[in-house]
């Protein structure tokens, strides 16, 4: 059975994830990569500093080095990586997860998350029988890595001319310790919010949706912010409120991000769950269109040459590292902006296309799924149907819904979009409703 979903392992803490299984996790990693060094950070919550201790204790038992970057967003610690080194790099997370969820994402020695091989090869080594652990027992360091974090991202920036007006929601997490002040050194001023880290994310949910937002939304429109940025529980995502509080599309974090890099040949990786907001954006700047899984578009990066890969939320700039960074988002969208003023017509402007996720609680059957999709969807005209990742139900009209479990959460996620919103409810209701059909047996059954 797999151990490894979307991004990374994820449970319930000493429910469906316990000690015992991540302490398993990190010997089979130290074992099937070797020795060498091992960086391991975690975030804000009771669990993940427990489970910290376990990979270090885990990895060290089997005789390699551990450095211990601390509390530190997911990012840092793919940077911490790279800049020590290490043969892998441990960030014991779960995101945006609810509080009593845990997790832990392994990065490869260049700070990118490990490819679905890769993650085979672990889970094999963790059903071998055989005794990790090692007679020489290897030693763990405390190794600071935000400062270094800090000084080189800011060190890829111009200190702003005009200086933005920024609210910076860091979710109770450890973005807290980053993003303000990168965008203050911008020469930015800075109101954050929700900067404190706390287990309990008593203020929101550490998932930054329009509905999580509501009230960060409000703050930004009342102190008449030229923008708001929300990151998610561990700093790898990002998303946008306007000066009028209007929280944007996630679609928008990835289309600034293009045109903060300006890329002009090469080709982009988008997720199949992405706008066509993304992919007109990108086809205009004269860029090629790849498709890829969610969670894993990181991985065509060096198969496609690709100058950019990004998902809802998520941007990864290879010229500054093979990682989802949101608060790398954060400083290149804020730059962008300060610099082109133009570029405010897409934040406070009428979207073209309106966008929409929903997050069913029940599991579903694809392929039972699929055998309904004519009888649902049939009047919208259908263009086409694809199973890259999960099920995604193109129309003419470049329309679109998509099915998909999601791989972190006991959930079916439902995205859609189109550029009419009546359009767009339409999708959205068909779509629920096709699900809750489908899954109602799975779940009376239990």
């Known amino acids: 059975m797999p151990v490894f979903g979307t991004a990374g392992a994820r449970g319930v803490f000493n429910s469906t994830q316990t000690l015992g299984q991540v302490c398993e996790l990190a010997q089979a990693s130290a ?72 997790g832990v994402k392994v990065f490869g020695g260049e700070g990118m998350e490990l490819s679905r091989e890769e993650e085979g090869r672990i889970e094999r080594g963790m059903v071998v029988e055989s005794n990790k652990n090692s007679a020489v027992v290897g030693s763990i360091w405390r190794r600071e890595i935000v400062s270094r ?132 954006a990108a086809v205009r700047m004269g860029l090629r269109v790849v498709r890829g899984r969610i969670g894993k578009t990181f991985a065509e990066i060096r198969r496609e040459g690709a100058v950019m890969a990004t998902e809802p939320t998520k941007v990864v700039d290879p010229e500054w590292g093979l990682w989802e960074d949101g608060i790398y988002a954060a400083a290149l969208i804020a730059d962008v902006l300060a610099e082109r003023p133009d570029l405010r017509r897409l ?33 919208y005209r259908i263009a086409e149907t694809r199973s890259l990742d999960g099920l995604r139900v193109v129309f003419k009209d470049k329309s679109w819904v998509m099915f998909r479990p999601s791989g972190t959460e006991p959930k079916t996620r439902i995205y859609c979009e189109s550029r009419d919103a009546l359009r767009l409810g339409e999708l959205v209701e068909t779509a629920r409703t096709l699900v809750e059909r489908v899954a109602r047996p799975v779940t009376i059954g239990r």
């Open 149 to 280: 974090y800090i000084d080189s991202l800011v060190s890829r920036f111009s200190k702003a001319e005009v200086p933005l007006r920024l609210v910076v929601d860091c979710a109770a997490g450890p973005a807290s310790l980053a993003t303000p002040r990168v965008l203050s050194m911008m020469g930015n001023a800075v109101i954050p919010l929700n900067t404190h880290v706390s287990w309990r994310f008593l203020t929101r949910h550490p998932e930054p949706t329009p509905e999580t937002l509501a009230e960060t939304a409000a703050i930004v429109g009342g102190m008449r912010a030229d923008l708001g940025l929300a990151h998610d529980g561990d700093g790898d995502r990002l998303v946008l409120i306007n000066s009028a509080g209007r929280v944007l599309p996630d679609y928008m974090t990835s289309v600034l991000a293009l045109e903060a890099l300006g890329k002009s040949s090469g080709s982009v990786v988008i997720s199949e769950n992405s706008s066509f907001a993304v992919e007109e």
């Open 31 to 102: 074992f099937v990569f070797g020795r060498g060094s091992y960086g391991v950070g975690w975030d804000g919550r009771k669990s993940s500093f427990i489970l910290a201790k376990v990979v270090s204790a885990s990895v060290a038992a089997c005789g390699s080095e551990v450095l211990e970057f601390g509390m530190v967003p997911t990012p840092v610690v793919a940077f911490g990586t790279r800049e020590n080194k290490c043969k892998l790099g441990f960030a014991v997370t779960a995101s945006h997860n609810p509080p009593e969820f845990s």
């Open 347 to 379: 934040v406070e402007g009428e979207l073209e296309w309106k966008y929409k996720q929903v997050n069913l609680p029940v599991p579903v059957d694809l392929e039972r799924l699929g055998g309904h999709v004519e009888e649902f969807f049939g009047k």
